[in-house]
């Protein structure tokens, strides 16, 4: 497997849009800082598409949809998504039918219920109260499982046919058929009509853990945060480019060479043109 190369070696002049992981590549230490809330917004003002991608729930997802500069937020791991529609209203999206979410959120809470009660001091995440398609277990955030503890609730979960999956905070689950990268590919067709190709240098995506896999293998401009090289030897699909900077910093990183590049690609004017 292929070692993520130097964030220089991107080439970022045709980027017109950025999706992106929250947990560990927004954030630092768990919060966002205003230097990266800045760095959204100088892309924006650049005019970038800005998309979160996170497992966090829908109630947090609406909430930055409304506040931050961005244009969309796909949550709960591909379980739904916000996408802005026009005079900026938001329009909200799920991956499966009404029926089937309230079947599997039944069946959901009784197989990770089971899982909790073997695992001592396993519980769920507190913001899984604001969830409506999957649920998160809390090993890193406000509980301290360590890896063998995450490893464990994420084998019991899986042995029980539930999705597992780790981001730098929570293990998310759910039961269906969606993930972050089938929920970016509808989100991308519904809201602008396009889809990925090979090599596509329009759109870059950031993240730093498990849950961003299928999204560094479907991005060709896919880049990894620093603290990325903490699960690069048991991650699926290793990001193409990685920052020197960990989490906040690595995208306020990337944000700056985007923009770099892109000014150096814009024609220049001469003189009295």
């Not at 309230?102 to 001091?121: M, Y």
């Not at 090599?199 to 896919?222: H, I, K, Q, W």
Request: with cysteine.
């Amino acid at each position: 497997m292929a070692s993520p190369r130097p964030l220089r070696d991107a080439d970022l002049s045709r980027v017109e849009g950025v999706f992106t992981d929250v947990d560990g590549t927004l954030t630092t230490s768990h919060r966002m800082l205003s230097t990266t809330v800045r760095a959204l917004e100088r892309l924006a003002d650049a005019g970038l598409k800005l998309v979160l991608v996170t497992g966090r729930p829908a109630g947090w997802a609406e909430a930055w949809a409304r506040t931050l500069p961005v244009e969309g937020v796909v949550a709960e791991n591909g379980g739904l998504f916000f996408l802005r529609g026009p005079a900026g209203r938001l329009r909200k999206v799920y991956a499966e039918f009404p029926r089937v979410r309230e079947s599997n959120r039944r069946r959901l809470e009784a197989e990770v219920a089971a899982v909790l009660r073997q695992v001592p001091g396993a519980r769920l995440s507190v913001d899984s109260a604001y969830t409506e398609v999957d649920l998160a277990v809390d090993y890193n955030e406000e509980a301290r499982l360590g890896e063998q503890g995450a490893e464990r609730i994420e084998a019991l979960l899986r042995a029980r046919g539930v999705t597992a999956v780790r981001s730098s905070v929570h293990i998310n689950c759910w039961l269906g058929r969606f993930d972050k990268r089938s929920a970016v590919r509808r989100f991308l067709k519904l809201a602008w009509g396009l889809r990925l190709e090979p090599g596509d240098g329009r759109f870059v995506y950031a993240g730093d853990s498990f849950n961003d896999a299928p999204m560094f293998g479907e991005f060709a401009l896919s880049v990894g945060v620093a603290n990325v090289r903490r699960v690069l030897e048991r991650i699926d699909t290793p990001p193409a480019f990685i920052t020197r900077a960990e989490e906040g910093r690595g995208f306020e990183e990337l944000a700056r060479a985007i923009l770099a590049q892109r000014a150096r690609r814009a024609p220049r004017r001469g003189v009295g043109s």
